[in-house]
């Protein structure tokens, strides 16, 4: 069934520490094939840049402070750390930053300062490449698709439940649809009530929670 990607799924998968990283990137491994529109790639390009200079921000705002204390640190006192950052990013995002940073460097229950300021060197130096490679293997993987007609009357139902640049997104949904009929719109933004309400106002057949999207 080809895939139709909301714009929650690229940045999801580019960033590594995304909240809906795993469902992301489960859904662009699946062998369906995928797209995407323009509208979805001009709001992920907005958000990249965004996201990009928070997670930054933060990484070297964590790195700052642990670079000039001596002593040893836990996971917890880290978590602490992150939550007092002024850097304008979700608590929750913070907290997974430092769970995978914690995990994947192996850290032992209590480390170091230096330990830790060194692996965060390495890590905001790898920073920029790793974003750079994901967002150009989702480029590459997955197909553009470009809005053949606007669709006016469409456009203001779904002006009525429905907010900017969602709306456009659904359109250009609603276009493929006309190539794919079959064809099957991913988001993380699932409301049932206004899922209903565009499948009802659109041809866009199938709309699927991204946590429950089922790996093909």
């Not at 790639?41 to 670079?67: A, M, P, Q, V, W």
């Not at 079959?182 to 699927?208: G, W």
Request: glycine residues 2%; proline residues 3%.
């Amino acid at each position: 069934m080809p895939l139709f990607f909301d714009t929650n799924v690229p940045i999801g998968y580019i960033f590594k520490w995304d909240p809906w990283h795993i469902y992301a990137k489960n859904a662009f491994e699946s062998n369906d094939l995928k797209y995407w529109s323009n509208t979805v790639l001009e709001e992920t390009h907005k958000k990249l840049i965004e996201l990009k200079d928070d997670y930054s921000n933060f990484l070297h705002d964590i790195h700052h402070i642990i670079r000039n204390q001596e002593g040893f640190f836990n996971k917890d006192d880290i978590m602490s750390l992150a939550d007092s950052s002024e850097v304008d990013l979700e608590s929750k995002k913070k907290h997974l930053i430092i769970e995978s940073i914690w995990d994947k460097e192996g850290f032992a229950y209590e480390e170091n300062s230096r330990t830790i300021s060194n692996s965060l060197d390495g890590i905001i130096m790898d920073f920029n490449s790793d974003i750079y490679h994901r967002k150009n293997k989702f480029s590459v993987n997955t197909l553009l698709h470009k809005r053949i007609k606007d669709y006016p009357k469409i456009r203001e139902e779904l002006k009525k439940e429905i907010h900017y640049p969602d709306y456009e997104i659904f359109l250009d949904a609603h276009d493929l649809c006309f190539i794919h009929s079959n064809l099957e719109f991913v988001t993380s933004d699932y409301n049932e009530r206004k899922i209903e309400y565009v499948k009802s106002k659109t041809s866009i057949p199938t709309i699927t929670d991204l946590r429950k999207f089922v790996f093909k």
